[in-house]
């Protein structure tokens, strides 16, 4: 059984963000958009895949920003990006994985489906650990079409081959959902047995509430969402094929004091892959900046 440091990290409590009028504003303004397809043999036959998106700013912008998640986030974990680009003047749309994709060519074939049901032809992506390896997948799956003009990644990576769970991948829906969860703290957030994240014993307030906010939202996955991430986490064809994307325009965003994110060894060969990305470093932030 995992126990959590209920004093700081409490998932049995709602988040102090999701009582924050700030959040409030974002739901009432913002509404919460489904979204059914075929999925085209990506998720079985005659399979529909429910996709879940906020999409917010002008709609005559065809080539927006698309929000990709970390692997136990959803659709409102960036509600404060959407809200400041749209006030801006930019689209932003924050899309949430459907739970019947468990192949990451599956994955990249739905998400085109999703893009051409929404008329968007150039899309420029964002995404979180899991969201920003998806999303050079997607550029990779469509280099030759070139949807994708270009790609931020933070706290990301290019290789499953990191998390070393192969060999479990195709056995992950099998499991149930506390054992899920479990694996996602213990492996992914790098949660103790009696104690929190390894962000240090004087954890920014910001950090704290980033994190429980995360910590909610995951709760209330089900456990479908989680076998399927977790399997497109750990899937073998994990691999990004960096020569396909060296006309990419990329920013590679990493927090520097969040070593249970992403090891040494994983940025470091982000940065290989692509040695022509920019780089912005954040001193703090944690695993969600």
Known sequence: ILLLNRARYDMSEPAELFRSREYASFRSNIALRRLRLSSGGA??????????YYDAGPRSVTCPLVLLPP??????????????????GFRVLSVEYPAEL??????????GQLLNALNLSRVHLLGACLGGFLALKFAEFTRDSGRVLSVVLCNSFADTAHFRRHTLANSFWLYPGFALRTILLRKHMHMPPGGGPTTGADCDVSIIRSVNFVLTRMKELTQPQLASRLTLNCAAEGYVQPHLLAHLPLTIIDTLDCPAALTDQVRDHLYKCF???RLAHLKTGGNFP
Request: charged share 15%; glycine share 10%; aromatic share 18%.
């Open 102 to 111: 468990w192949s990451v060519e599956g994955w990249c074939y739905a998400f």
């Open 43 to 52: 998720a079985g036959e005659g399979a529909e895949l429910e996709w879940t």
């Open 71 to 88: 692997i136990c986030g959803t659709a409102d974990v960036f509600f404060r990006q959407v809200v400041a680009l749209s006030a801006l």
């Open 275 to 277: 040695p022509h990305a």
